[in-house]
Every structure is written in C-alpha cells, then in structure tokens.
C-alpha cells in the first residue's frame, strides 16, 4: 500500500512539473495525495469506459497522459459528459492523475521510447523547451566526519549521473586556517594556523538541488564555516523538449521501413506524403500533434514521424522536401503508458499497476 503522494513523488521524479508547457494541467486533477493507494490503472485518456474499468479492477487512481482539465471550469454540471465524468470519479474515490507535456519532453519519455521503439539512434531534442544545468560541489571535510557527509549526500538521493546515484569522488589533502576573533572553531585556537588533514568530496548536482545540497551539508559538517565550491559543468546540461531526431543504424528504402513502422505499431495503414529520396536514413518524430515541428524536422531529417497531420500542413511539408509519415495520434502514444507502468512497477514494489484495455483508439477505419 502506498499513498497517493508516494507514487505522485515518483511520477513526479519520472517527469519533472517544470518540464510541462504553460498552456498545459499536469499533476493532480482529482483526489488527495493522503488517500491509499493499493491499485493504479494507466490510461491515454479518461472516458466513462476506462472510470469503469478502473472501478471493476478495484483501482484507485487512474494516470493519465492527457489532462482531465484543460481550461478552468466554472461549474460542474452532471448533464454534460465532462460533469459525469468528474461525478463519477469521485463518487468512486478515484483519483486522477496527468503526466502530458512534461512526459513528452523529458529524457526518457514518450518520444525517446518511439526512437528506441523504432531504432532512431543517435538522437537529440528537435524542438527545445527547458535547459536544466548541472552543477559540481566540492565540499571539504576533515577525516573525522567526510563520511557522515559523504552519506548524507547520498542519502538525499542528490548526487546522480544519468542511471547511477550516490556518485561521489573524494581525494585527501591538507587544510590549514586561523581562527579569527569571535570565532567558534570546531578544531585550533584563535590566531594560530591550524593544519588539518581533510577529504574533498565532490559530486554531480541538479540546479534544483543546490539548496537541499546547502543544507544537508551546514547540518552534518562540524565546522563553524564548512568551506565548499560550486561550478557549473558545460558538459552535462540537459536538454528537454518536443520531439527527436536522429538516424537508423542502416538506411533503408521507404517501403519497407514503412511495412517496419506498421508492424512495430500494430498499424494496418499509415498516411504518407509524397517521398522525394527512396531511401532513407535521417528521421524526425514527434509524439501526438506534431505538425508545427514539420520546419524543425525538414532541417535535420529526410523523414518526420507524427501524428494528426492536416492537409496544408502536409503541403508545407511537401515544399520543404520533407516525407512525412502520419502514424495517428493515438499510435504515437499508447505505448508509452505500458513503458511508464514498467517504470513505475520497478520503483513502487507491491503496487498493482495495469492498462488500459479499453482506451483505444477512436477513429475507425470503414
Ligand atoms: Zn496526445
């Protein structure tokens, strides 16, 4: 059994809040982060049938990719199918939880799990919304309490490098300092050069971190003045946003990476605009809606993958030289869901979390 601020902590971990657009509501949308919480059900959307399926499941919370609550609502009428839907959620004590944009962006999310999906390597950020820089401190100790600090650090879970954590390096040297009138030094005697053998402990540090950093460092050092570095690293800053772009390992004809693109997603047809190479090599795609990225992609890529696409945003795409492969906007995202219960079920253990069986697509062929 967890609480709802437990699994809201890791989802909110999995994809930062900073990282959704302004325009957009992510986070909780119904329900109390102290409610219990034994069962989760994942789902694109939320519809009567998925309330429903989350009621016979016995599920008491229902994660989302798209927002409950787009625009603010001025009153909750039962009439309307919005109004019904609201009733019967919490008439259900089912809460409601939407991870959209910011799950989109991040690393890891929906559009770097289509690359893995479709094998698009070597891949970067086409359209970039949010830069995260990355910080290194190095704090001096001296021996008597550089691991009490060590672990702290490591215990606030803040020195992490990509799919490691409690990444720390020390090294040993001399400190010397003379305490000054008014002092209260922890070791030496006012106005006399004090030596004293110490460790530097240097880590890898998310500017959101710094003050955490700050003050599990004053707690645990003993000295009066703990004596510590911070720099900003221009190797390790990360960059999030809308889409990718990278390449295949091998260039393939159109057809037949378009027969490939169809078996990976299930698909009986996709929509194509006309294709000026044979081949190809460089790809571009973007999760759900992502017509108004068709300039980016024409500038990195020979192929752009979305969903949604529209007729005169396929003309634009045809001036500019661009293929792209109109893949749904349900295909683009359905199975991001299913890689984000697999996340969650590896950090929350014991938690029962399945999908949608019932949030398909809504569009039919004839
Ligand atoms: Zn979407």
């Not at 437990?6 to 949308?29: C, F, S, Y």
């Not at 939320?46 to 016979?56: D, S």
């Not at 830069?131 to 879970?157: C, F, T």
């Not at 661009?322 to 219960?341: F, R, W």
Request: hydrophobic share 40%; aromatic share 8%.
């Amino acid at each position: 059994m967890y609480l709802l601020s437990d699994i809201i902590k890791t989802l909110e971990n999995i994809a930062p809040l900073e990282l959704a657009e302004k325009w957009d509501n992510v986070g909780l949308m119904i329900g109390s982060t102290s409610q219990e919480i034994n069962k989760v059900l994942c789902a694109l959307d939320i519809n009567e049938e998925v309330i429903e399926e989350a009621i016979q499941n016995n599920a008491e919370c229902i994660i989302t990719h798209h927002p409950l609550f787009f625009k603010p609502i001025h009153q909750i009428d039962f009439e309307t199918p919005k109004g019904r839907l609201i009733k019967k959620l919490i008439c259900s004590n089912i809460s409601v939880y939407a991870m959209h944009t910011n799950y989109d962006s991040v690393h890891g999310g929906i559009n770097d799990l289509l690359c893995d999906k479709i094998g698009i390597v070597n891949t970067r950020v086409l359209h970039p919304t949010y830069i995260e820089n990355v910080y290194k401190i190095a704090v001096y100790v001296p021996e008597s309490h550089w691991e009490v600090v060590r672990q702290a650090l490591v215990d606030h879970n803040i020195c992490s490098i990509g799919h490691y954590k409690g990444c720390t390096f020390t090294s040993q040297g001399e400190g010397t300092f003379i305490p000054l009138e008014g002092s209260m030094p922890y070791l030496g005697e006012t106005g006399r050069l004090e030596h004293v053998e110490e460790r530097k402990i240097e880590c890898v540090i998310r500017e959101k971190n710094i003050r955490t950093v700050l003050d599990t460092i004053k707690q645990v050092h003993p000295y009066e003045e703990p004596a510590f570095d911070i720099y900003k690293l221009e190797n390790m800053s990360k960059i999030s946003g809308f889409g990718r772009y990278g390449q295949l390992e091998q260039e393939l004809s159109i057809e037949s990476f378009i027969i490939r693109l169809k078996k990976i997603f299930g698909l009986s047809y996709v929509r194509v605009t006309p294709f000026k190479n044979q081949t190809v090599k460089h790809i571009a795609i973007c999760s759900g809606s992502g017509a108004e990225f068709i300039k980016s992609a024409s500038k990195v890529a020979e192929l752009y993958i979305t969903g949604d696409l529209k007729f005169h945003e396929a003309q634009e795409a045809c001036a500019l030289g661009l293929t792209v492969i109109d893949i749904g906007h349900y295909a683009s995202e359905h199975s991001a869901m299913k890689s984000l219960a697999a996340q969650m079920s590896a950090q929350l253990t014991g938690l029962e979390i399945s999908c949608s069986q019932v949030d398909g697509e809504t569009i039919k062929i004839q």
